[in-house]
């Protein structure tokens, strides 16, 4: 593979807009506090450094770098990393760099998935404590050095900015300085932790470290991923999905000029060229006829009987509370079924992988949220022992899930095999929505009675595909998809009698996967549209009927009455506007959510205004919550308004944003966002306004109209209609 060294060919924009980026080579990169550049040394050397733990690096200038154990995806976690490592290592933030850690499950896993992956809004929450650790062990080397060497009480020593102080004789010494006899003490076991009213870093709305060289065009993507010459590609996969190649005319794109190789593999046709553009040139000029297979049979009014009828079977029990059977026994029994459809990611960086192939060797660059994954699967297809796969991480343009998943690496390799030299492979768009792996579909049933106005009794059946089984098979027990049930088995209101029930219906071909909410997703919505048709027939204001059952669950209490305060709730509204209310202790965050909108006569759904409250514990960056609700909010009210993926003939129809929408930036409304200060350790965030939005939004067109809408996307016709939904 290529050295290092031959990273820093670092090309200026003025290069970059005369010429393109032909010719620069990228493995990776680091993020000083300031600046986005190319790292100096693999990520995983040590040599001249002080390196205590597999997170934090210090070398004899003093510049401190932190190794990444999660990936950045706009969510802003390289940022609060950096700032809990450096707050307890009391760092000079200022001199802090961080770089992406290389695959290595023992050493970045994940303490919750017990495996290196970011998602489920938790890479602050699961490394809260072993980040805080990591710093404050590395602190207390630094210090019994500097103390060693002034043969004082490492106690009467102190630490701030990247300086170990001793106040009574004035003598102080960098980190730099340190390190080599830090090196030789001994890691400490349960280093203390500062108290948080000491913090210096975490609580402050600190600027992102990746926002400058995102703004100037420096940050390098995995698309950006460049090596001296590399071709390029671009691929087509049967329609239908578990079609294969039938026959290939390739006479015509091998007169497009710039294409190299055309690749037919038994299940997609790669088109090679010297830019992307001939590629794709050559991949539209390309005839091929696929042999479609049984899957062509299927569509969406197939798969959705098929899960109605699932949905009528008894489940298993995921939790248990009270007597079930007997509370809606006592009382009138109100039921509810809500539908949620298949859901593309559609990142705006499309998926892409650049692999480089040899007979002893494969090296694999890539943006993803699962780098161990990648090198297993790039191992797997090439053919090769694990040992000989090096894969690099970059930034992600969007993940939301997709890529939780490998299947794009492995399809690239696949690809690289037959070039001589490295390779980039680029989806198109339309093979991107195409050929996702889907958020399910689901269909949660409901029944409820009330006594006194309250919930006297709860059924909540869940039904649909077990993404776990699959993808962490050791978190699939029992019959129960414990992401399925999220939200659902730790429903916040006081009720007696409770039952959650799970049925795993799979759809047929339709491959299923993590989407931006995971389980909350479709529980969320249900709980809380459910909600407010109960709050309706007991008479109650929605967030009265709330607030009397939140007994047990204080903090999303606080939050639903500072929301109800901030959005003016129960204020005059104009004709055919209402306000909506969801509320949802989810990813180990309290979130209450008021949407305002406004229903035209044609159906049409104009959102007013977003509102907020959020006690999401310590908030390690402010700035960076608020900015992750917001854009939370838009994802999940996008696909409330518009969001479905379909089936036709074994095919999704649709295609690129041209049908399948996104909110623009003229609808998107004002939304305010509210913190609640919190001493709790901190929660998940990057998921919680995916999942407030839609409800929020069902129940403010419910208050508007009269109508219950119990499925997405938004009906419009049956809005214009005005009929019953």
Not at 124 to 141: E, N, Q, S, T, V
Not at 343 to 360: D, I
Not at 399 to 405: D, I, M, N, Q, S
Not at 681 to 702: F, K, M, S, V
Request: with cysteine; net charge neutral; charged share 20%.
């Amino acid at each position: 593979m290529y050295s290092f060294e031959q990273q820093h060919r670092v090309p200026s924009r003025r290069s970059v807009l005369r010429g393109g980026l032909a010719g620069a080579f990228v493995l990776g990169f680091h993020l000083p506090a300031h600046a986005v550049n190319e790292p100096e040394q693999p990520p995983d050397s040590t040599q001249g450094k002080f390196a205590p733990n597999a997170f934090i690096r210090v070398d004899h200038s003093g510049l401190t770098t932190l190794v990444m154990p999660q990936v950045e995806m706009g969510q802003g976690v390289y940022t609060a990393v950096a700032m809990i490592l450096a707050e307890e290592l009391d760092a000079d933030f200022s001199k802090v760099a961080v770089e992406h850690a290389p695959p290595d499950d023992k050493l970045y896993g994940n303490p919750t998935f017990g495996i290196q992956v970011t998602g489920n809004s938790n890479s602050i929450r699961a490394f809260w404590k072993p980040l805080r650790a990591a710093g404050a062990g590395a602190r207390l080397m630094l210090v019994r050095a500097a103390a060693q060497q002034w043969q004082v009480d490492p106690a009467s020593c102190s630490a701030s900015r990247g300086v170990v102080n001793h106040a009574s004789s004035g003598r102080s010494l960098g980190y730099g300085d340190l390190i080599d006899v830090a090196s030789t003490q001994p890691v400490p076991r349960d280093p203390p932790l500062k108290d948080p009213k000491d913090f210096t870093l975490i609580g402050k709305p600190l600027k992102r470290v990746d926002t400058p060289n995102k703004t100037d065009g420096k940050v390098v993507y995995g698309i950006d991923a460049m090596l001296p010459g590399m071709k390029f590609a671009t691929l087509a996969q049967c329609p239908v999905f578990g079609g294969k190649v039938g026959r290939v005319d390739d006479s015509a794109a091998k007169k497009v000029a710039g294409v190299r190789q055309i690749i037919v593999l038994d299940d997609l046709v790669a088109v090679v060229g010297d830019h992307m553009w001939a590629a794709k040139k050559g991949l539209d000029a390309l005839v091929i006829t696929w042999e479609e297979g049984a899957n062509a049979k299927i569509n969406s009014s197939d798969i959705w009987s098929d899960l109605r009828a699932a949905s009528k079977k008894d489940g298993v029990v995921a939790k248990s509370i009270g007597d079930v059977a007997k509370g809606l026994s006592q009382g009138e029994t109100i039921d509810g079924e809500y539908e949620l459809p298949f859901l593309a990611h559609a990142p705006m960086e499309p998926l892409n992988c650049t692999v480089h192939v040899t007979p002893g060797a494969c090296g694999v660059w890539t943006g993803t949220q699962v780098l161990t994954r990648v090198q297993e699967y790039a191992a797997k297809a090439a053919g090769l022992p694990l040992d000989k796969v090096t894969a690099y991480n970059h930034l992600l343009g969007g993940g939301f899930g997709r890529r939780l998943e490998a299947d794009m690496v492995a399809a690239a390799v696949r690809i690289g095999k037959q070039v001589d030299g490295p390779v980039k492979v680029v989806w198109t768009r339309e093979e991107d929505i195409q050929h996702d792996i889907y958020r399910p579909v689901y269909r949660d049933v409901i029944s409820a009675t009330l006594s006194g106005g309250k919930i006297a009794a709860w059924k909540y059946r869940v039904t649909g595909s077990s993404i776990l089984a699959r993808w962490l098979p050791p978190a699939f027990q029992g019959g129960i998809d414990i992401d399925a049930v999220d939200s659902a088995v730790d429903n916040p209101y006081d009720i007696p009698n409770f039952q959650v029930e799970y049925v795993r219906a799979e759809p047929p071909a339709v491959p299923t996967g993590f989407w931006r909410g995971v389980g909350p997703n479709n529980n969320v919505f249900a709980t809380e549209c459910f909600m407010d048709e109960l709050a309706h027939k007991a008479g109650a204001d929605p967030i009265a009927f709330r607030l009397g059952m939140l007994g047990k669950t204080p903090r999303l209490k606080a939050a639903l009455e500072l929301v109800a305060e901030k959005s003016s709730w129960g204020q005059p509204l104009p004709a055919r506007t209402g306000r909506g209310v969801c509320a949802q202790p989810s990813f180990g965050s309290f979130i209450a959510t008021v949407v305002e909108c406004e229903v035209d006569e044609h159906g049409e759904v104009h959102l007013r205004r977003v509102t907020s409250a959020v006690d999401t514990g310590i908030a390690v960056n402010p700035d960076t919550i608020v900015a992750q609700l917001q854009g939370g909010l838009i994802f999940g009210l996008t696909a409330a308004l518009f969001g479905e993926i379909t089936i036709e003939r074994g095919r999704v129809r649709q295609s690129n944003f041209n049908d399948y929408r996104m909110l623009r930036i003229d609808e998107v409304p004002k939304i305010d966002i509210h913190l609640i200060k919190s001493g709790e350790d901190p929660g998940g965030i990057g998921e919680t306004g995916a999942t407030a939005g839609p409800p929020a939004l069902r129940n403010a067109i419910y208050a508007a109209t009269g109508m219950a809408l119990r499925r997405l996307p938004i009906d419009r016709k049956a809005l214009a209609a005005g009929g019953k939904a």
